[in-house]
């Protein structure tokens, strides 16, 4: 899945990520997908084994990974629309 960061002209879009909020606003306002599983060739259901994330403008969207008993691994995105820090 890719996710379309700036127009053609090279600005930032109006398009916020997630919920629109940078995950250091908190678990309340930020995105996230929890409990992520795996179903392999033969329908067993997995924990995902070395998730990893990446963005190419990091001033721009914030994504991280986690874990813990409760909600399992999960992935914690956002970013607001038109955001300062993006060119």
């Known amino acids: 899945m890719a996710i379309q960061t700036s127009s053609s002209d090279g600005q930032h879009t ?3 990520m997630g919920s629109g909020h940078f995950l250091e606003e908190g678990v ?8 992520i599983q795996i179903v392999d060739a033969s329908n067993n259901v997995k924990v995902p084994k070395g998730i990893g994330t990446f963005t190419e403008q990091s001033n721009c969207y914030d994504v ?3 874990s813990n008993g409760d909600w399992g691994h999960s992935v914690y995105y ?4 038109k955001n300062p820090n993006c060119p």
Do not use: A, E, V
Request: hydrophobic share 5%; aromatic share 6%; no cysteine.
């Open 28 to 35: 309340g306002k930020s995105s996230s997908f929890r409990n």
């Open 64 to 66: 991280q990974t986690g």
């Open 78 to 81: 956002g970013s607001p629309g």
């Open 14 to 16: 109006s398009t916020q």
